[in-house]
């Protein structure tokens, strides 16, 4: 297999952790995102939509979507299963998936896409939807910390996808945009610790 990815951004990180969770070998292609290698006619054709990640699979077949490749690694090498057997499992996982896509990282790439790094860029930005958009960030830290209160993970009793998701979001949220969640919120910080130090995601960090 061959990954198409830049760095770890954030979609292809979340595939490579899954990866190295499900100690998959693979081809690493890294691609110049600044000069525009995912915009080439022969990146085009792997993807049409011109982003990362792309999965190239053993038979030649490209799949794009980070949960997407996710859902069909799993299909893959079942083991260790990160999705979710049984329906109770599966429907905590999704909803927790859900609720970071919709209620976080939706915020946080809201202020990615309207901060000072885009700005310098050279991209039209609005502060005032920035404003909002890290405030409701920094709301749903407050809910996260009660989430975690007790728990080794977000979703289940073991690791899957939903922590994947968390910790890719949460890092771009604390690294890219300043978004750093407060001291005293500290059943993240130890969720934090805790999931960085697996093999899997401290081999990509």
Known sequence: MKLYGSGNTPNPRKVKIFLAEKAIAYQMIELDL?????????FMQMNPLGRVPVLETNDGEF???AIAICRYLEAV??????FGRSAQDLGLIEMHHSQIESDFWFQVRTSWKNGPVLQKMGYQVASEAKVISDANVHSYYEKLNKDLDGRDY????RFTIADIILLVCLDFAI?????????????IWRWHDFITSRESVDAIT
């Open 34 to 42: 600044q000069k525009g290698e995912h915009k080439t006619p022969e």
């Open 63 to 65: 799949l794009t979507e």
């Open 77 to 82: 090498r079942p083991e260790p299963n990160l």
């Open 154 to 157: 977000i979703a289940t009793s």
């Open 175 to 187: 690294h890219y945009c300043a978004l750093k969640p407060a001291e005293s919120l500290s059943n």
